[in-house]
């Protein structure tokens, strides 16, 4: 293997002043946990406001990096050679075979600096000589390189550490903020499109993910609870693992459906299960419940609707997603690979119950009317829907 470590560079959680050591823990123990599935084994390791990884013996490489571009809080990812200290002939041999295996011949045209540090500075050599020194055998082996200090295109680090680290390419990572660094939250995960994405954007602010999911048996199948299953496995491949709690909604749906106008069935269903995601919320601990909705997507998220459906929560709802166009959902939830599980075309508790025209513009005076007619029954079906809930622990497919 070429590599044997990887120097991980992550941005804003460099400067979080005296809270700066708790970003930094959490994230060297979020990067343990990415790794564990990795074939090989690591250890993880802070150095002078430095993250290492340090393979132990032969692993995969591929797999090392896929994880560690899902791991919030990383910026970049540098696969670092590290070499004994065995002499400066020694080093500068081996920084030309990297630089040479690093690129095919044909491509060994481009302006280069060295940048060496001694973090001993028991060694020999000034960094300054170092570098020079360095570029001067580069430019030997590899005549067609030129030297450009100023605004080279590719930065060689030579750093002169117990072991000497030499490395040139960063790979980016996902940014954001380590997970477990921001409090919980609760999201209310369906199987479409927005909601994973939602998770996701949430989840890369630092925040541990929850999730409520509500199902209609026998009207939706254990196909579509199965769906979403799944894209919660996807979401915790970055967001970590995910309490996920799967709530029967069927006699709350059936008897909404029974009592109340069906242009108002979507709205009033929807602020039951704010209510019921709420009560979970509470349980877990979360600081706010997450959804996917964006203005005016569909007539549950007209501006009207959403101040209805949101008067129900005591908690902050955020909804990351509210500006987004479709599209740009799309685009995101490809990125992160949820979008092919999303499409999968398994029906949806909302979509069948729904009404042919429903109300766009929802009054809260009409709903609240609507929702006298189930004072009878409501409050014994949702005790039965959160005793009968099932509460499963999610863990990121691999
Ligand atoms: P999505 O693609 O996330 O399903 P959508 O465009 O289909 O979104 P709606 O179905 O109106 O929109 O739902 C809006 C939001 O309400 C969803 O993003 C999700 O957060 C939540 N939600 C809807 N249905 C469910 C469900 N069955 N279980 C849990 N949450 C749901
Ligand atoms: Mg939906």
Do not use: W
């Not at 829907?385 to 990121?396: G, N």
């Amino acid at each position: 293997m070429l590599y044997q470590a990887f120097l991980i560079k992550y941005g804003e959680i460099g400067v979080k002043g005296k809270n700066r050591h708790i970003f930094e823990d959490t994230l060297v123990s979020q990067i343990g946990n990415a790794l564990k599935p990795v074939d090989g084994e690591f250890t993880v390791r802070k150095e002078n406001g430095r993250i290492y990884v340090e393979a132990r013996g032969e692993y995969d490489y591929d797999e090392a990096v896929e994880a560690l571009s899902c791991v919030f809080g990383i910026v970049g990812i540098c696969p670092v050679v590290l070499t004994e200290d065995e002499g400066f002939e020694e080093l500068a041999k081996a920084v030309v075979n990297y630089v040479g295996s690093e690129f095919p011949e044909n491509e060994l045209c481009f302006t280069f600096k060295v940048v060496t540090r001694r973090a001993r500075k028991n060694y020999p050599m000034e960094s300054m000589e170092v570098s020079a020194a360095i570029g001067e055998k580069l430019l030997e082996a590899y005549p067609q390189l030129r030297v450009d200090v100023h605004s080279p295109q590719l930065m060689i680090h030579i750093e002169i550490r117990n072991k000497i680290n030499i490395y040139s390419r960063t790979i980016p990572g996902p940014g954001g903020m380590p997970v477990g660094t921001a409090g919980r939250a609760m999201l209310l995960l369906s199987g479409g499109i927005d909601s994973p994405v939602a998770g996701y954007m949430i989840a890369k602010r630092g925040v541990k993910i929850d999730a409520v999911y509500f199902h209609a048996p026998p009207y939706t199948s254990e196909r579509a609870k199965q769906k979403v299953v799944d894209l919660a496995r996807i979401v915790a491949k970055y967001a970590g693992p995910i309490r996920l709690h799967i709530i029967n909604f069927t006699e709350i749906q059936l008897y909404i459906y029974d009592k109340c106008p069906h242009d108002q069935l979507t709205i009033i269903m929807r602020r039951y299960m704010m209510k019921l995601a709420e009560h979970f919320a509470h349980e877990d601990e979360d600081l706010g419940l997450i959804t996917g909705e964006s203005i005016g997507q569909v007539a549950s998220q007209t501006m009207q609707s959403l101040a209805v459906t949101n008067e129900v929560c005591t908690m902050p709802v955020y909804r990351p997603l509210i500006g987004f166009d479709k599209q740009d959902i799309i685009d995101l939830s490809q990125k992160i690979g949820t979008y092919e599980t999303s499409i999968l075309p398994f029906e949806d508790c909302c979509t069948i119950f729904v009404a042919k025209h429903p109300v766009t513009k929802p009054n809260l005076k009409s709903i609240y009317k609507s929702e006298t007619h189930l004072t009878e029954k409501i409050d014994e079906l949702m005790q039965e829907a959160i005793e009968t809930a099932e509460t499963i622990r999610v863990e990121q497919m691999g």
